[in-house]
């Protein structure tokens, strides 16, 4: 070990954390996301006809307020910006709040893992943020940096006069309405995956509804006080202040997403939510069977309650291993199981992950639906259209 005390290795630490730091977002944005067909992006001149017709095409998860991009501008890396919606005729995107996350260590027992991570870990959040400059008042502190990260979606709809913030059923419409004359006018929502940020305060869910919060997962890669996770280490269900919260979110018209909820916590969040549930981002067990997909069961549960399953463009047993087939095998399983109008888009887009194409390649998909005999009515659906009807019903 002696060797290491050397002043060369030193400089060496010193070097390579002054590069670290300050780059971190770029470093995670290039190397841990990316697309696995590369651009130009080739679609046949009928589907993207078809493609461009569409009037609303949506995607239920992105995590790209996590980035130091400025998501006005387009960029070449991970996912999703303003322009590249516009370019795959994207008309509304859920942006998603994470706010703590163990380490990222994928398969591992320990650190973020699928099977079960334990309750006290560093904060991989916290670390980023910390690397990426961001304000020692965000670095410990999951409330300060979910605000933080809110506000920067409502400094983009003031940044871009096409781009809506959705906060009423009546925004929602009059976003409709725009679009239906200049497809510039796009919008989205904010999600939150993980209320561990409440840091036990209820008053504080006011705050994030005020901000555009209409969709909330429970728990994300751990158990926290109100709900015990998929991925955590003992996957309990709703506590007494899970329950309250989820009154709540029925009042205020915040819809309940069951992505990364224990199965005791989905079946709660079932019986006690007054509103259907969505799936932000998920996949079938009978596709791949990973305890980060769905059992029949559950997506059943979830379609007789008049929810929505976003079908997730990633792989959770080996993130290089997504295609365009296996989001489509998933597509086809869930509408074989519970009919088409209960589909989505669900990416993951942003979130440390690596999916066949960026937004702009939606027509991808679009395409390979086509090519898999599914009818150009339930496409529509699949694509934006059911999501679109589902928050016209249960938007306040
Ligand atoms: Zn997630």
């Known amino acids: 070990m002696k060797k290491y005390h050397h002043p ?16 971190s977002s770029i470093i995670f944005d ?9 651009k130009p992006y080739k679609i046949s001149d009928g589907a993207l006809a078809f493609h461009q017709s569409l009037d609303f095409v949506a995607d239920l998860h992105s995590d790209a307020l996590m980035s130091q991009r400025n998501l006005t501008k387009e960029s070449d890396v991970a996912h999703v910006d303003l322009p590249r919606m516009r370019k795959g005729n994207a008309a ?3 942006f998603t709040i994470t706010s703590c996350s163990p380490p990222f260590q994928l398969s591992s027992g320990t650190g973020l893992s699928f099977d079960a991570n334990k ?26 940096r979910s605000i933080w990260q809110m506000d920067k979606l409502a400094k983009y709809a003031k ?13 929602f419409l009059e976003l409709i309405e725009l679009r239906s004359k200049d497809k510039r006018h796009i919008g989205g929502i904010l999600g939150i995956e993980g209320i561990h940020n409440l840091k036990g305060d209820i008053k504080n869910l006011e705050t994030f509804y005020q901000k555009g919060v209409r969709s909330i997962g429970f728990a994300h890669f751990f158990d926290n006080m109100y709900a015990g996770s998929r991925h955590g280490k003992d996957k309990y269900g709703l506590t007494e202040k899970g329950r309250e919260v989820l009154k709540r979110m029925d009042e205020l018209g915040i819809i309940a997403d069951l992505s990364h909820d224990s199965e005791k916590t989905i079946e709660d969040v079932l019986k006690y939510g007054k509103n259907p549930p969505i799936i932000t981002h998920g996949g079938s067990r009978g596709v791949e069977d990973t305890p980060r997909n769905f059992t029949d069961a559950q997506l059943k549960a979830v379609a007789q309650k008049g929810g ?24 086809l399983y869930i509408r074989n199981l519970v009919g088409s109008q209960h589909i989505a888009l669900g990416s993951d887009y942003d979130g440390g992950t690596i999916t066949p194409f960026d937004i702009s390649g939606l027509g991808i998909l679009t395409e390979a639906l086509l090519n898999a005999g599914i009818p150009k009515e339930e496409i529509k659906g699949i694509m934006g259209e059911n999501y679109k009807n589902f928050l016209l019903k249960y938007l306040k």
């Open 8 to 23: 060369k290795y030193f400089l060496l630490i010193i070097f390579s954390s002054i590069i670290m730091i300050g780059c």
């Open 30 to 38: 290039r190397l841990i996301m990316g697309t696995t067909i590369d």
């Open 92 to 94: 509304f995107q859920v």
């Open 119 to 144: 309750s006290k870990f560093v904060n991989q959040m916290g670390v980023y943020s910390f690397m990426n400059l961001e304000g020692p008042q965000l670095w410990g502190n999951m409330y300060n």
């Open 159 to 171: 940044e871009d006069p096409y781009f809506h913030l959705i906060k009423s059923k009546k925004d």
């Open 308 to 331: 929505i399953i976003g079908v997730m463009f990633f792989d959770s047993t080996d993130r290089h291993a997504i295609t365009v087939d296996k989001i489509v095998q998933n597509i």
